[in-house]
């Protein structure tokens, strides 16, 4: 069965320093990940996908996240946060063998001190 | 820009009416819709899917007689909560993709239900 984990409900930074977002999934094919952003009662924002090109994907506002097949991991980092990344953030999979079902995560809350 | 709109964003409505919520996809013609159930502190959760000119696919434990959806056109989905409860309240939002990133999903911004 296909899932996806992340491993933190809430992570506290401050702001100017590095963040870092856990995601492990599970597939039985070739699947494809991606980082989303929700912000307070707001729809979610795409923040960046992997689709089997390269491992290490950049996304918008300084995030990027690095697909491990050895690690089944797909965390997602920014080298210095800022205030306005303070949101929830979920990590989803869609399994190649599903057509555009996709997964969610649990979310990981993110807060950053000043 | 956003690419899905949904309205109402916000809607209060009394216990046993009725409640419709309108999404839109607004630069494509969208065969598939989504819709997902988000509550408090919680991840989303997938109710159904909406296919165009045929019926909504459900997901287990979703009643399809208590949300209704309709996806008569290529760029409208409904879906409505009939005789809505108090354990009805939730944020539901919905989502499209593209025929060019079909494993792309793009949400609307979302429809906040409070029923008293």
């Known amino acids: 069965a296909q899932s996806v984990t992340q491993l933190d409900s809430h992570v506290s930074v401050s702001e100017g320093t590095p963040v870092l977002l856990r995601c492990n999934y599970s597939?039985?094919?070739?699947?494809?990940l991606f980082w989303y952003v929700q912000h307070p009662n707001k729809g979610l924002q795409l923040l960046l996908k992997?689709?089997?090109?390269?491992?290490l994907v950049k996304g918008i506002n300084g995030f990027e996240a690095e697909f491990k097949k050895s690690e089944t991991s797909f965390h997602l980092t920014k080298p210095s946060a800022h205030m306005s990344d303070a949101a929830e953030y979920f990590c989803?999979?869609?399994?190649?063998?599903?057509?555009?079902?996709?997964?969610f995560g649990s979310g990981t809350r993110l807060s950053i001190r000043p | 820009g956003a690419v899905v709109s949904q309205h109402p964003s916000r809607v209060i409505c009394k216990s046993g009416t009725s409640v419709k919520i309108e999404c839109r996809s607004l630069?494509?013609?969208?065969?598939?819709m989504f819709w997902y159930r988000q509550f408090p502190k919680q991840s989303l959760m997938l109710m159904a899917t909406?296919?165009?000119?045929?019926?909504?696919?459900?997901e287990q434990g979703v009643e399809k007689d208590k949300f209704l959806i309709n996806h008569a056109s290529l760029t409208l989905s409904t879906l409505t909560v009939t005789s809505a409860h108090p354990e009805d309240s939730s944020f539901y939002i919905c989502?499209?993709?593209?025929?060019?990133?079909?494993?792309?999903?793009?949400f609307g911004p979302g429809t906040r239900l409070t029923v008293l």
């Open positions: 989803v999979v869609r399994p190649y063998s599903s057509a555009s079902k996709i997964i």
């Open positions: 597939s039985s094919y070739s699947p494809s």
């Open positions: 992997y689709t089997s090109a390269a491992t």
């Open positions: 630069d494509f013609q969208a065969t598939t």
């Open positions: 909406s296919n165009e000119g045929s019926k909504a696919t459900y």
């Open positions: 989502s499209r993709g593209t025929s060019r990133e079909a494993d792309t999903q793009y």
